[in-house]
């Protein structure tokens, strides 16, 4: 390469069109420093699954994203979960997860899921259920594609230098990091030990990609001494899902935190910024840098990630008039003339 270099230099070879093809084509074949800013694409996919969705659809919506995750040429996906609907029959969730992983197939590419609610809660919902069928359930299903799947689901891999780890959200099952059961969306002692473990063994990795599926950060208390051993380690981002809309949440001791919106999964009541679109990500990773750029599948053009303070307001809005109009007997929405007005009594003569 150096010969080559002087030769052109040296004006020994007068045409620069044939030095620049020469040097073109010794770059490229090039193998070791010269190529270490190669970039990685690593397309993510959010939830596909929510209650009263139609998976048929759903997965439809998946096949779109993809397919314009495969037209951007990713070298690997990622799901940050609800990739099934647990609450089904086994051999149901079977045919959905084979439904849905011959479409990841599809791609070509290889691709890694993390557990979502939807993928591992009971049929019955009890806060910190003990009913641990469907995460058993999984584990069957997804160590057949994925043999460094732990019974805790949990695992990791690589990718073009990079080191990916993939952390279990739900070991609490149902439960939420947004509720009023927050205390109990943790990650457990033996994960912890297990990813510590496994990022000791990867320091030297060009940077740590972890995922999984609710954004356990909203419970800082339990959170904080997971992001303590992430930011010890070359960590550049967390990705999440769950919420069904996508936010920034920015930089916190150099680690970015991202959450994906919905793939297929029930939308927003809301414009295309806040939830109401379904959307792909793309991860692109160059040296020390991470970016993520999304993919609206309305067609509708460019769509830029919400600031955490826009969707907080938004979510808060949602639960307070969700709140407002699923009203119960337990809970009635007002009293007028000394009549309390609920589901269980006719409504006041308002109109």
Not at 128 to 137: E, F, H, M, V, Y
Not at 143 to 149: A, D, F, V
Not at 169 to 186: A, C
Request: charged letters at 20%.
């Amino acid at each position: 390469m150096l010969t080559a270099l002087t030769v052109c230099s040296r004006g020994r070879i007068r045409s620069a069109l044939f030095c620049h093809f020469v040097l073109a084509a010794i770059l490229a074949g090039y193998p070791t420093t010269l190529r270490a800013q190669t970039e990685v694409k690593i397309g993510i996919i959010g939830d596909q699954t929510a209650v009263n969705t139609t998976l048929d659809a759903s997965y439809q919506v998946l096949s779109q994203g993809a397919k314009a995750l495969a037209a951007e040429h990713v070298d690997a996906i990622i799901n940050v979960g609800d990739l099934v609907e647990s609450t089904g029959a086994p051999d149901q969730v079977r045919v959905e997860f084979s439904q849905a992983t011959g479409i990841l197939d599809g791609t070509g590419k290889p691709w890694h899921l993390t557990p979502g609610d939807h993928d591992v809660d009971p049929p019955n919902f009890v806060p910190n259920s003990g009913d641990d069928s469907r995460k058993r359930l999984y584990y069957d299903l997804y160590h057949t594609r994925e043999p460094k799947l732990t019974p805790g689901l949990w695992h990791s891999f690589d990718d073009s230098g990079y080191h990916f780890v993939s952390l279990n959200s739900q070991e609490r099952l149902d439960v939420d990091p947004r509720w009023g059961d927050v205390f109990l969306t943790q990650i457990s002692r033996e994960q912890t030990d297990w990813l510590k473990q496994d990022l000791d063994a990867h320091r030297n990795a060009k940077g740590i990609i972890v995922f999984l599926h609710q954004p356990l950060w909203y419970n800082w208390a339990w959170w904080a001494p997971v992001h303590a051993l992430l930011r010890s380690y070359p960590v550049r981002a967390v990705i999440a899902g769950h919420f069904h809309y996508d936010q920034d949440e920015g930089e916190i001791d150099h680690i970015r935190y991202w959450v994906i919106g919905a793939t297929g999964g029930l939308l927003k009541p809301a414009d295309r910024d806040s939830g109401g679109v379904n959307e792909v990500g793309i991860l692109s990773l160059r040296g020390n840098s991470v970016e993520m750029r999304l993919i609206a599948l309305d067609g509708g053009g460019p769509l830029p990630f919400t600031s955490r303070i826009d969707m907080d307001r938004v979510q808060a809005l949602s639960v307070i008039l969700g709140n407002l109009y699923y009203f119960s007997g337990k809970n009635q929405i007002c009293v007028s003339g000394g009549t309390i007005y609920g589901l269980a009594a006719p409504r006041p003569n308002w109109y």
